[in-house]
């Protein structure tokens, strides 16, 4: 039963799911923030490129354990 | 310590290439994998030696070759730069850019996560600042390959970044304080054995997640490019042609973003990590 291309499929999709949810609120939040403050949107933007490259950082942890899925 | 992640990832990426061969598809992981070759595609290719050192496998490989011409460039960029500090303070040209990022490690990374010592740890950082971003633009320059997308060489990288970490750690606060400052104030004495558990644990699984972040965020890059790219071969038409160049291009202006940002990542949590271990009061 070749379930392993399968789960890797789902796992990816799940995983991105998460993924974006996550900096799609964390985007949000950076915006409202320099809009509230326009002086400080250097600082929040440096700040929400930092949030979403761990964000990342952990979508493709799951995205490793998918490839490997589907090359077993 | 990471030798079984590092052997189970290699042979499955092994296993890839040559299952893939016969659909076709083989040349996508031949690209982003090491080789013991050096393809000039169309034109020629050089065999690298096959080395053996008491049973260990030290061939020089393409990744092996691309780290070598990195480091040739940062000795070569930064002789250059050294040098022009004596002839003027003021600087020009290929200076300028260079003190501009070195600036930037040193007043946005190193001095608001370390604090007081910093000193002590830029070198390092700023060495693994532009040892990353270097091979990670060298893989982007056509008929490059990237040696940060090689598992081995970003577990080597957070495997110093590790030494670094608890080195300083332990000789700003002694090594028993060290592991006893880990834990932080104020936990109930039922706490203590779980909680001991947890922070060594997290010691290690910090640079393990840098290694895989770093590792992952190459790889993947250019696993789409070639994907998008291959799907040309696949569907065996010119008129997906301009569509598929068009995605593959705008990945790859993503990729350049990914590139520093993935620099910058990896130097900014390894100085987090060495402001945590030196100051352990926070």
């Known amino acids: ?72 | 310590m990471y030798s079984e992640e590092i052997k189970t990832v290699t042979d499955s990426l092994n296993a890839a290439s040559s299952s893939q061969s016969e659909s076709g598809t083989g040349w996508i992981m031949h690209h982003i994998m090491d080789s013991n070759t050096l393809d000039f595609e169309p034109f020629f290719s050089i065999q690298l030696p096959h080395l053996n050192l008491f049973g260990f496998d030290i061939s020089i490989t393409k990744h092996i070759v691309f780290m070598w011409i990195a480091f040739a460039l940062l000795v070569l960029i930064f002789n250059i730069v050294a040098k022009s500090y004596k002839k003027s303070l003021l600087p020009k040209g290929l200076t300028n850019i260079m003190e501009v990022l070195v600036l930037f490690v040193r007043d946005e990374i190193a001095k608001p996560t370390i604090g007081k010592g910093y000193e002590k740890f830029l070198p390092y950082l700023l060495t693994v600042f532009f040892f990353i971003l270097f091979c990670n633009f060298l893989g982007l320059i056509p008929y490059g390959s990237t040696a940060t997308s090689n598992i081995s060489v970003t577990a080597t990288l957070a495997i110093i970044s590790f030494i670094v970490i608890q080195a300083g750690g332990m000789m700003k606060n002694g090594a028993f304080r060290y592991f006893k400052g880990l834990i932080p104030g104020g936990v109930p004495g039922w706490l203590l054995p779980i909680m001991f558990v947890v922070e060594i644990l997290g010691l290690f699984t910090k640079p393990f997640a840098l290694a895989v972040r770093l590792f992952a965020n190459m790889t993947a890059g250019h696993i789409v490019i070639m994907a998008l790219l291959g799907l040309i071969f696949i569907l065996q038409t010119f008129f997906v042609a301009p569509v598929s160049v068009a995605f593959a291009l705008f990945i790859y202006l993503l990729e350049i973003l990914v590139a520093l940002i993935q620099a910058y990542i990896f130097t900014m949590l390894s100085s987090l990590f060495i402001g945590m271990a030196v100051h352990q009061d926070h």
Do not use: N
């Open chain 1, 1 to 72: 039963m070749e379930f392993a291309y399968l789960a890797a499929g789902f796992g990816a999709g799940l995983t991105i799911f998460g993924g974006a949810l996550g900096i799609g609120k964390l985007a949000a939040a950076a915006m409202e923030a320099s809009g509230r403050q326009p002086e400080a949107a250097g600082d929040i933007r440096t700040s929400m490129i930092i949030a979403a490259a761990l964000i990342e950082g952990i979508s493709l942890f799951a995205l490793v354990v998918c490839i490997l899925l589907a090359l077993k």
